[in-house]
Structure formats: C-alpha cells, structure tokens
C-alpha cells in the first residue's frame, strides 16, 4: 500500500466508475483515515470514487492505494462495493458495458455472482441492451420492468411518454395501457402517428384503461354493451340488480333485489317475468 | 414418412445416463441407434453441464415416485377421466404454443427407461378398477411417439397391458413414428393418436413436427395394422377463415372407418400468462380472449360454444364419432351438447365406466 496525492489519483482513468449510489462516506472516520484503501490498476482508478470525492470535500491531500493485478479487477472492484443484488439498472448497464471493454480478463460467471447473485447477470442485460434508450429510462425509473419494455418495444417513444406523463396512473395502469396499446398497434398495423393519436383519444377518457380496454377487446365490448342495453330496457330503476358472469364467462346471471312491502315485492316479480321474456337476448350473450 | 435416424441426429446433440441406468433395454437400443453419440454417465440430472440444460439434451434416467397419475385437469374444467404417464418428459418438436415452454425452458428432454414398474402399476390400477375404463396415455408432458423409435419403450406398454379389456393405452404424437409398432402382438386395446392442426397453422406453429399430411397417412398405416386410432384437435385456433381451414383438414378423415377411431377430442387453444410472456409475438395472441376459473385464458364463452359446435358437428357428419371436449367448463358442456359429458349418450365410454362402450 502507499499514498496518492488526490490530484494524482484524479488523474487517473474513470471507466471504472460504475457505482452512482452505495453508501456514504463517514466524515468522521475518513478524518482518522478509517477506510479501505483505493483500488488502482495501471492508469484505472478501479474502485473508490466515492472516497476520492468526500477526500476532496473533507479537505484530505492524499488516500491510501493498493495496486492489484489486471486480471479479475472488475471482480475486486464489485467485492470491494459488496452490494450483490442491489444494484441499480444502471450501474448493473454500466458494469455490462465495461466487461464487454474488459474482455478475457475477467471471469463472467463471478462477475454475475457478485452483481446478482444467480447466473442469470448477463442474460438479463442482453435483454435491457435491445431495448431503445427511453425504455431503458423508463426502467431505471421505476416505472417499467424489464419484460413489459419488452413487449411494449414496438411502441413509439411519443405514445410511451403520453402515456408516462398522464398523472393518476398506478404502476399496474401503466403496464395494462402500454401492452394493449403495443397488442392493438401489432393486431392493426398502425403506423407510429396513428398509434400515438390513438394514445392521445383513450388518455382523454375518464377511465383510460377501460377506454382501451374496449378497443382491444371489441367483441367483449360488444357483448357488455348489449347487455348494458338489455338492463336499461328492462331493470332501470326497477330496484332489481341484473349482473352477468364476468367476462360473460360461465352459466348464471345473478339478480338481486331487497323489499319491504308486498306492493314493493309485486313490482319487483313483474319485473323478474319481464327478464324471462327477454331471456333468449341473455343467453345468447352466453 | 420421416426418415427419423437423420432426423435424430439433428435434434439429439448430447445424451446423458443415469447411473444405474445402464443395463435396461431402451439404454441399449438407443446406444445402437446413437452410435455417434457418447453416453455420459451421471450420479443425477444436477451433474449435466449448465450448457447443456437444453431441449438437445436427452437425460435417461430410472423414475422414483408416482409414474402413473391421473391427469391433472384444470381447476372449475372437466377432466375426461384420463390418466397419464410419465415416458417421455420434453420434447423437441418446438410448437409455438407448447404450455412447457412456460416451465420447461432449461431442462434436458428426461426419458424413463424403466417401463416395467409402470406397467405393473396400470395392471393394478385395472385390477382395482375392474369395470371401469381406464384411459390412459403417454403423451401428457411430451410427444409420445418422438422418441419411441430410438427407445422402444411403447411397447412393453402395449405388450404389457394388452390381456387387460379394461385399459385403454394411447400413445399421443405429431410425428409418424409408428413404423416400429405396427407388426406388435398382441395389441390389446392401445390406442395410436395424433394430433391435428390444418397445414397452414401446422407449418408455421407447430415446429419441426411431421406434414398434417404424413401423420393422417400415418393413422391410416396404425389402423390397416389393427390399432385404434384417435384424433386431436387440440388446440384450435381462431382466425377469420377458421372453418376453411379446419372443415377440410375434418373432412380428409373421411377414410377412416367410426370402428377405427377410439375417440377424438377438441380443444381452442389457450394459454397461461407465462406462457404468453414466452410467446408474446404470436399472431393468434391478438385475438380476444378472457381469463377462465382455472386462471388460463381462452377465448370468449360464446365464441368457442360456436367453434366448437360447428367442429363436432363436422366431425359428427364426416367420421360418425362424437368428439369430446378437453378442459372445458360445465357451461360450455351444456352449450355445446345441453348436457353434462356423463349424460352424452356417445360419450358414455370416455366419461363413465363401461368398458364395453370403447370397443370398436
Ligand atoms: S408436440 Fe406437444 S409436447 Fe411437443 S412441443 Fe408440441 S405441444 Fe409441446
């Protein structure tokens, strides 16, 4: 180990810094010089950026370094970070990024131990590599995983940010809109103007997911608007509740109502005979 | 008909033997057919290299536990009284919408190369059972046939259950492969099925599965020998011209006598979310479909209640043998047939316990 004065560290190569988060540095211990040394190869600065950085704020003119072997020195690098799976997505791009630099000097499958701890590191990052920058965004932020951007790949960047910027929307929201929308597009073949109009008309609904529901679903709509039909005609303010299956799924139709007079129960029989007369029009719905 | 030893050498990349396994007869006709490939031997399926955790692989193995079970049927859906064995466990035809896809991804195909406790067990089962019909197949978690030719492992199976008038054992496949079993004897009731989707539809999703084409030749091969035959329609899929093209792929049954045909079955395609993340650039994706009670998604009740109408009906006219449904709901049942699959006079065979009723 020796020291380095903190400009002739700044100095050195940054492709290894990777890290934006990790834990702060204690002000008090890097005064009584408490810390791990820096990790420096050849020109890199391997790890310790984060020191190097409170160093220069703490007012400290120089840090203890080890110089460690070419090989396996990204490996050193995320041991010293010691944050196997909480990597952000970025950092996790960043660290793909360098080893693809790095090559036959490093062992892959530690490298996707100490970042994920499963197998599964590079795999995962070929997958979020394809994806077109403003979903990579979207999934650093939160607001994507991985195998909804996939599916939603297709969709253009403007349609995703009408969608992102509407507020009001759960997470779960978001994820229903952009694969219907990215199902319809694929179903329809519309060009990325038309989806992106479209995108603009269902995001004007009260109820956008609903809204594009219907769109997605024409058939489904048809049947739920012949028996919301059905009902006006023949249950409106009669106090009887009509219900079908959900998704027009199953045997029974359900209906309800309460009384509490005999005229009261009288109204509401009549009604139900009235249901049987229009009972071919609900199953055919069936 | 397939030329199936090339065929073998371009899905069959590495073989994998468990320890133990050595001496049993499929080990041994295999390793005459495989003479190119080395047969490693491991202690378990967690010895075989990580690359190697693929469909390419075939990992022989013995079974321990339940060989035999009943078919696990679909939560709220009725189940056709089917059991199942396990022979053939993967497989590398590589159909689109295979429901393995969503938990099969990484595993070697397993064969099970001891037979012979399976048999045992169906034989008594069919003892216990005496009077009832027991249906009872192997091409549940994998294509019964794909393999059968490199392993034989059919026909202990039809040998070996064919004194009982009781079972009924069939073997499910979208290959041809039946040559090897035509000239066994007895034959008892064993049944040799396939698996039916038009050309068009074959072609592009069910992979490297033998033509529509050889496979009907193929029944009629299994049939002119003295097996039963069985057809599948399952899955069938919707589109705009589905009646052009299921109606002509029906009525190219038209050959077949009704006393050749044990049972034909009909199911519309479905799928499971997972599977669904797997398949997700599929056209028949974007038609509508709804989640059902047993968390599949099929499509709209009413939809299938016609398709499948119009299909059975078909089926009815061209073969003279009434098709049952797999996995369905009670609701459709009775939309389809206005009644319970117990109280369909032709279905009697499948659904209930004489075994008389599946006699041809
Ligand atoms: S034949 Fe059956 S088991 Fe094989 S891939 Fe096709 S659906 Fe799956």
């Known amino acids: 180990m020796r020291y380095m004065t903190l400009p002739d560290i700044a100095a050195l190569s940054r492709r290894f810094d990777v890290f934006e988060t990790g834990p702060a540095c204690d002000s008090q211990l890097l005064k009584a010089r408490l810390f791990t040394p820096l990790a420096v190869c050849g020109d890199d600065l391997v790890w310790g950026f984060r020191f190097l950085k409170a160093a220069g704020a703490e007012g400290i003119s120089e840090l203890p370094v080890v110089q460690i072997e070419p090989h396996g020195r990204l490996l050193v690098a995320l041991k010293l970070e010691n944050r196997t799976g909480r990597y952000s997505w970025k950092e996790r791009y960043s660290i793909y ?8 000097s490093e062992d892959a499958e530690s490298i996707s131990l100490a970042v994920s701890g499963n197998a599964g590191f590079f795999a995962m990052m070929k997958r979020y590599a394809c994806l077109p920058g403003h979903l990579k965004a979207a999934i650093n932020e939160g607001r994507l995983d991985l195998s909804i951007a996939e599916k939603v790949c297709t969709l253009p960047e403007a349609a995703c940010d009408l969608v992102f910027s509407r507020t009001g929307l759960s997470f779960s929201m978001v994820r229903e809109l952009l694969v219907n ?3 319809i597009r694929r179903r329809d073949g519309l060009a990325a103007g038309e989806i992106t109009a479209l995108v603009r008309d269902v995001l004007a609904a009260g109820d956008p997911v609903k809204a594009l529901f219907l769109i997605r679903n024409p058939e489904l709509s048809g049947l739920t608007g012949r028996f919301e039909a059905f009902k006006d005609r023949y249950t409106a303010q009669t106090g009887v509740s009509l219900k079908a299956p959900l998704y027009f799924e199953g045997d029974g139709y359900t209906v309800s109502f309460s009384f509490s007079t005999k005229a009261e129960l009288r109204r509401k029989r009549e009604t139900i005979e009235r249901l049987e007369e229009g009972c071919d029009e609900l ?3 069936l | 008909m397939t030329n199936w030893k090339t065929f073998y050498n371009r899905i069959i990349r590495q073989v994998y033997l468990e320890r133990g396994a050595e001496g049993f007869d499929a080990v041994g006709i295999a390793r005459r057919e495989l003479q190119n490939i080395d047969f490693r031997i491991v202690s ?24 035999v079970g009943r078919c696990p049927g679909s939560h709220g859906h009725l189940c056709c009284n089917y059991h199942t064995i396990d022979l053939y466990a993967g497989c590398a035809l590589g159909c689109s919408y295979c429901i393995m896809r969503s938990y099969l991804n990484f595993s070697p195909v397993t064969v099970y190369v001891d037979p012979e406790p399976a048999v045992q067990l169906v034989r008594e089962l069919a003892l216990q059972k005496k009077g009832e019909t027991l249906r009872i197949g192997t091409g549940e978690v994998g294509d019964s046939l794909l393999y059968d030719p490199l392993f034989q492992l059919s026909e202990p199976f039809i040998r070996g259950l064919s004194d009982l008038d009781n079972v009924h054992f069939e073997m499910k496949s979208k290959t041809d492969f039946v040559d090897h079993l035509l000239d066994i004897e007895p034959k008892g009731n064993a049944v040799i099925g396939f ?12 992979g490297i599965a033998s033509a529509v084409q050889a496979r009907i030749a193929a029944a009629k091969r299994v049939v002119e020998a003295g097996y039963r035959t069985s057809f599948h329609f399952d899955p069938v899929f919707r589109q705009a011209n589905w009646r052009e093209l299921y109606f002509p792929l029906i009525d190219s049954l038209a050959g077949f006598r009704k006393e050749a045909i044990a049972w034909i079955s009909v199911g519309t395609f ?7 993340d797997k398949i997700a650039d599929r056209p028949y994706l974007y038609e509508e479909f709804v989640p059902s009670a047993d968390g599949k998604h099929r499509y709209i009740q009413r939809v299938r209640a016609q398709m499948y109408r119009e299909l059975i009906e078909r089926l009815r006219a061209v073969t003279g043998v009434t098709a049952y449904l797999c996995m369905e709901s009670a609701a459709i049942w009775k939309r389809v047939y206005g009644r319970m699959p117990d109280e369909v006079e032709e279905l009697k065979g499948v659904f209930d316990d004489d075994p008389a009723r599946l006699k041809g």
């Open chain 2, 44 to 67: 378990d399926e967690s010895e075989i290299p990580e690359e190697h955790l693929k469909g390419t692989t075939l990992y022989l193995r013995r079974h321990r536990g339940h060989q």
């Open chain 1, 283 to 285: 199953e055919d719905l």
């Open chain 2, 195 to 206: 698996s039916l989707n038009p050309p068009e539809i074959a072609d592009l999703e069910e």
């Open chain 1, 181 to 183: 929308l990215a199902e």
């Open chain 1, 97 to 104: 990024t360098l080893l693809g630099e790095l090559g036959e």
């Open chain 2, 270 to 276: 479905r799928y499971t979310p997972p599977l669904k």
